[in-house]
């Protein structure tokens, strides 16, 4: 693999690598994103399978599969409970979670999915006042 982007969790003990181009980098509103993130929308990633590897601590990477979701999953470290990548049921594909990348991914965000299940409370940020720290 040629020099990618690296990941981690939040205490360090997984980490990861992916290589550009992306399948796509995109935001999704459904349900169950917001359930898994605790937030309004995920941001992801995919890649195709040889464009990722783990680097460190694949054994403390745990994985939740949906029962009643044809794709959905999710994964998440044992330690620090951080979201992981994870790697579609046929195994094609890693869909890695932006958040979790250690530097800046390279491409930018190019679609939103699922915006009709958005969250009622939803604004998008543009309608929010800002702040550079806690106010």
Do not use: N
Request: aromatic residues 14%; proline residues 8%.
């Amino acid at each position: 693999m040629k020099r990618g982007r690296k990941g981690s969790c939040l205490c360090g003990g997984v980490a990861y690598e992916i290589e550009p181009p992306y399948v796509f980098f995109q935001y999704c509103h459904c349900s169950r994103c917001r359930k898994f993130t605790g937030a309004p929308h995920s941001a992801s990633i995919m890649v195709a399978g040889e464009q990722f590897r783990w680097t460190a601590g694949e054994d403390l990477v745990r994985r939740y599969e949906v029962p009643d979701a044809k794709y959905y999953c999710t994964a998440f470290c044992a330690r620090c409970g951080s979201s992981l990548p994870w790697k579609t049921r046929d195994g094609r594909f890693f869909l890695v979670p932006a958040g979790t990348l250690d530097e800046e991914p390279g491409e930018p965000v190019q679609r939103t999915i699922y915006w009709d299940s958005r969250a009622s409370w939803y604004e998008p940020v543009e309608a929010l006042p800002v702040y550079d720290e806690l106010p």
